[in-house]
């Protein structure tokens, strides 16, 4: 009888401990998965106004947009309804596969706003503070005082990579990723071009850098992270992070004649370009932006503060957005992308709740010219103080903002067909 209670006991003991141990594991689990997101819902817009929103666009689209050509595709939305989504041309030149709501399209430097995004997300959860040395996640980096937040804000001095690798020795027909940019800013430290913290300079470099130390402080991948975090939660099921393996499902990009572009050396990181989406996905992260679900109003502020402010005039960087701050008082927060023949622009009119997304991948640079608008909702501007951006010159020299990079004696990596 001793023994058969003693074996009762062992039992009860041995259930408790494996029922506790699954229900820790079951909590840790759901931790674990605890992203949640719920979309707000659109509002509705009056008849009156929407027709009026309505007709402004449609002329904007087809007589700026489709009468130059435009390969691809728009959505304007206030307060989250669609007011006007139309796409033209398609996917594929050769191919003639029609342009749809699912068409995924290279984001360029739009991709800037995700990853200044995850690097906030990551000062939220405690994993990195915006004052953070980069020395504290590159040992052998050699530049001294420059930060996480000058990273963020375009502030740092570095050179830009879409320029020294080459110069360096990098050998084009190899593909270099993001650790090969660190490498080469330890191996040959080319000079900054201005002292840490002192003036505003957009740089590639930058966002490369912050990629990487998404990867050390969330330890995940970039591509996992942004999955686990935003593309997932929101169910931006059309949006991605481009790798060499999708290279024969991505959208390819063409020059404004048509002709297909081919892959550079600088085609294989991340950071600074290379999210691929949809203008309905964007809606979906633009929309997330509003109502303090995935960043504290705190980080929402930090991201759309200005902080280049050496110079007078209208426009000015956040931490990952442009924003252009009129003499009313209004702020145009947006960020615009040019990769190869893609041509991107995502803009926030915060005060009227607005979103224009215009994506293209045959080069059209009548995309920059989404802020005319603008005042289509209400007054931001007057004519002499637009942006100047739809009058981007075709330079490399002229175009580091864009992304855009010509090679030396046209020397391109090909797409494999």
Not at 268 to 278: A, E, P, Q
Request: overall charge positive.
């Amino acid at each position: 009888m001793s023994l058969l209670k003693t074996f009762l006991i062992y039992f009860c003991a041995i259930f408790f401990l494996t029922a506790c141990s699954h229900s820790s594991s079951k909590q840790a689990s759901s931790f674990k998965d605890s992203v949640t997101y719920t979309a707000p819902a659109a509002e509705n817009i009056s008849p009156e106004d929407f027709k009026k929103y309505y007709d402004a666009i449609e002329s904007f689209y087809e007589k700026t947009l489709v009468r130059s050509g435009f390969n691809g595709g728009i959505l304007v939305a206030k307060k989250g309804q669609i007011i006007f989504e139309k796409y033209n041309g398609f996917f594929d030149l050769q191919k003639k596969d029609s342009l749809n709501e699912h068409s995924s399209f290279h984001l360029a430097s739009v991709s800037k706003t995700f990853t200044a995004m995850a690097t906030l997300k990551l000062v939220e959860q405690g994993k990195l503070k915006l004052d953070d040395d980069v020395k504290l996640f590159f040992t052998k980096f050699p530049y001294n005082g420059i930060t996480v937040k000058m990273l963020l804000s375009h502030r740092s001095g570095l050179p830009n990579y879409l320029y020294f690798m080459q110069k360096l020795g990098w050998d084009v027909k190899q593909f270099s990723d993001n650790t090969d940019v660190l490498n080469y800013l330890v191996q040959f430290q080319p000079p900054l071009t201005s002292q840490p913290g002192t003036r505003f300079t957009y740089c590639n470099t930058n966002y490369a850098l912050l990629g990487l130390i998404i990867e050390k402080a969330s330890g995940k991948s970039y591509a996992d992270f942004l999955r686990y975090n935003f593309f997932t939660p929101l169910k931006m099921n059309d949006t991605y992070v481009f790798q060499m393996s999708n290279e024969q499902t991505a959208m390819p990009s063409y020059d404004w004649r048509g002709r297909k572009e081919g892959f550079t050396f600088l085609d294989k990181g991340f950071g600074d370009k290379n999210i691929y989406s949809t203008p309905r996905d964007l809606l979906k992260w633009d929309q997330a932006l509003y109502n303090n679900q995935l960043f504290s109003a705190q980080t929402l502020e930090e991201a759309f503060t200005p902080y280049s402010n050496e110079k007078p005039g209208i426009k000015n960087y956040g931490f990952g957005w442009r924003m252009n701050i009129y003499p009313s008082g209004k702020k145009i927060i947006f960020h615009g992308g040019w990769w190869h023949g893609n041509n991107t622009m995502l803009m926030r009119l915060v005060p009227d709740s607005v979103t224009i997304i215009i994506l293209g991948n045959k080069y059209n640079r009548n995309v920059y010219q989404a802020k005319k608008l603008a005042n289509t909702f209400s007054n931001y501007f007057e004519k002499d103080e637009e942006d100047r951006s739809a009058n981007i010159k075709d330079t490399a020299t002229k175009n580091a903002d864009a992304g855009v990079i010509i090679l030396k004696k046209k020397k391109y990596i090909k797409r494999k067909h």
